[in-house]
């Protein structure tokens, strides 16, 4: 298949199914969310020709051309992280840069069977940040992609678990993946396994749930707490790892909470201090502040507070300065535009609230761009012609980075 043929499946495309169903599971999507989303893992063989995405030659170009620094790259060998000074080096004249990739370094270390980890592929590598973007709000969570580019017969980390689900995509060579069920179930953020090191060690030497090697084209699943270890086999393995970050229940809670004691600063018996002499607060107090705040739970409203957060977790669509610049300079009233992609855009109250920032707009306009927001989200990426905005209003967003050119 063409790689114009990968970009078409990568927005959902076949068959009106997206990422999840027609390249990384052979199971129905309702199926996958009743029976394996965030309980069981799964092995798909033979999923997709990943090849449009990512391979050997994406490698050697984003160490070796790119200029990448180090945040996005680590080195692991032996189950540890190797220090940043061992594969960087200074960006040479002209650029006060001292943590810029060093291509020999990292052939000397790779050869000496180290694992490269390209991190955050989303951001230098656009195929994947295309897959990514897609998948992202197919699955209603943050996602991001690092790949591993293991030397044959080596292992870049030891049996661990992570915080967040995974889809591993295998790329190129074969890797022998050693799965274990969770020791603590569906870990939060910060409940990592290393809080857990014997336990993790003493379920690793029991029998696996999978032990299989993965060939180009499988996909391998994992919820968040799901212990593996994987060693590449004859050849270079290079996978890519889809990471989810799950949301919870509990990051929920934590929001409810914070709009709780948000709400709770403006009533003036809290914040009134506690009698002279007092060293804590007594029985009929507590019992008082109690009676509040479960009063306060049915006034407060954590929505804006989520969105807040959720506009923290990933950035717009890719906008071109120049080219947004030359658009809108060039403006007619036949010109297509269309909402940027990955905004986050909800009006809160009367203010659109959006991932580049926030807009306050007459009664007249607020509606016109409520009903370009308010589109089922499959619709939000069609494009519409700049009078029927009117081409003003289209100047602005186009200006705030609000739209974008459309598809002529």
């Given at each position: 298949?063409?790689?114009?043929?990968?970009?078409?499946?990568?927005?959902?495309?076949?068959?009106?199914?997206?990422?999840?169903?027609?390249?990384?599971?052979?199971?129905?999507?309702?199926?996958?969310?009743?029976?394996?989303?965030?309980?069981?893992?799964?092995?798909?063989?033979?999923?997709?020709?990943?090849?449009?995405?990512?391979?050997?030659?994406?490698?050697?170009?984003?160490?070796?051309?790119?200029?990448?620094?180090?945040?996005?790259?680590?080195?692991?060998?032996?189950?540890?992280?190797?220090?940043?000074?061992?594969?960087?080096?200074?960006?040479?004249?002209?650029?006060?840069?001292?943590?810029?990739?060093?291509?020999?370094?990292?052939?000397?270390?790779?050869?000496?069977?180290?694992?490269?980890?390209?991190?955050?592929?989303?951001?230098?590598?656009?195929?994947?940040?295309?897959?990514?973007?897609?998948?992202?709000?197919?699955?209603?969570?943050?996602?991001?992609?690092?790949?591993?580019?293991?030397?044959?017969q080596n292992q870049g980390f030891d049996d661990h678990y992570d915080v967040h689900d995974v889809f591993v995509l295998q790329i190129s060579g074969t890797k022998r993946w050693v799965i274990h069920e969770p020791v603590f179930p569906d870990p939060l953020r910060d409940q990592p396994w290393t809080d857990r090191r014997e336990q993790v060690s003493a379920a690793a030497a029991t029998e696996p749930a999978i032990d299989a090697v993965l060939e180009p084209g499988d996909v391998l699943y994992l919820p968040r707490g799901w212990l593996h270890a994987a060693q590449a086999?004859?050849?270079?393995?290079?996978?890519?790892?889809?990471?989810?970050?799950?949301?919870?229940?509990?990051?929920?809670?934590?929001?409810?909470?914070?709009?709780?004691?948000?709400?709770?600063?403006?009533?003036?018996?809290?914040?009134?201090?506690?009698?002279?002499?007092?060293?804590?607060?007594?029985?009929?107090?507590?019992?008082?502040?109690?009676?509040?705040?479960?009063?306060?739970?049915?006034?407060?409203?954590?929505?804006?507070?989520?969105?807040?957060?959720?506009?923290?977790?990933?950035?717009?669509?890719?906008?071109?300065?120049?080219?947004?610049?030359?658009?809108?300079?060039?403006?007619?009233?036949?010109?297509?535009?269309?909402?940027?992609?990955?905004?986050?855009?909800?009006?809160?109250?009367?203010?659109?609230?959006?991932?580049?920032?926030?807009?306050?707009?007459?009664?007249?306009?607020?509606?016109?761009?409520?009903?370009?927001?308010?589109?089922?989200?499959?619709?939000?990426?069609?494009?519409?012609?700049?009078?029927?905005?009117?081409?003003?209003?289209?100047?602005?967003?186009?200006?705030?980075?609000?739209?974008?050119?459309?598809?002529?």
């Amino acid at each position: 298949m063409s790689a114009a043929g990968h970009a078409r499946e990568d927005s959902g495309a076949r068959e009106g199914t997206g990422v999840l169903a027609s390249r990384l599971i052979d199971i129905d999507r309702k199926r996958f969310g009743e029976e394996y989303w965030a309980r069981r893992a799964l092995l798909t063989r033979g999923a997709s020709d990943f090849s449009d995405i990512f391979s050997a030659d994406a490698v050697d170009e984003l160490v070796s051309r790119r200029g990448l620094r180090s945040p996005f790259l680590r080195v692991a060998k032996d189950g540890a992280t190797l220090p940043t000074a061992s594969f960087t080096s200074g960006a040479g004249v002209g650029a006060t840069i001292s943590d810029q990739l060093d291509d020999t370094a990292l052939w000397r270390q790779f050869d000496d069977g180290a694992t490269l980890v390209l991190q955050a592929l989303q951001r230098t590598w656009d195929p994947i940040g295309r897959l990514v973007s897609t998948l992202n709000d197919e699955l209603g969570s943050p996602v991001q992609a690092n790949a591993y580019i293991t030397p044959p017969q080596n292992q870049g980390f030891d049996d661990h678990y992570d915080v967040h689900d995974v889809f591993v995509l295998q790329i190129s060579g074969t890797k022998r993946w050693v799965i274990h069920e969770p020791v603590f179930p569906d870990p939060l953020r910060d409940q990592p396994w290393t809080d857990r090191r014997e336990q993790v060690s003493a379920a690793a030497a029991t029998e696996p749930a999978i032990d299989a090697v993965l060939e180009p084209g499988d996909v391998l699943y994992l919820p968040r707490g799901w212990l593996h270890a994987a060693q590449a086999q004859g050849e270079v393995s290079i996978h890519v790892t889809l990471g989810i970050h799950n949301r919870t229940a509990y990051a929920v809670a934590e929001e409810i909470t914070a709009s709780l004691l948000r709400e709770l600063r403006d009533d003036p018996e809290l914040r009134r201090s506690l009698p002279l002499g007092q060293r804590g607060p007594d029985p009929a107090t507590i019992a008082a502040i109690t009676a509040r705040m479960r009063e306060a739970l049915d006034e407060v409203d954590p929505g804006p507070g989520l969105h807040r957060i959720r506009r923290t977790e990933a950035r717009p669509a890719p906008l071109g300065p120049l080219a947004q610049r030359r658009f809108t300079s060039e403006l007619h009233p036949e010109s297509i535009v269309r909402l940027r992609g990955g905004l986050e855009a909800r009006f809160v109250g009367d203010r659109l609230m959006t991932r580049v920032g926030w807009m306050d707009f007459s009664d007249d306009d607020r509606e016109v761009v409520r009903r370009l927001v308010d589109r089922e989200p499959a619709d939000r990426s069609d494009s519409v012609r700049a009078e029927a905005l009117g081409v003003e209003l289209a100047k602005r967003l186009l200006r705030a980075g609000v739209l974008v050119p459309g598809d002529n």
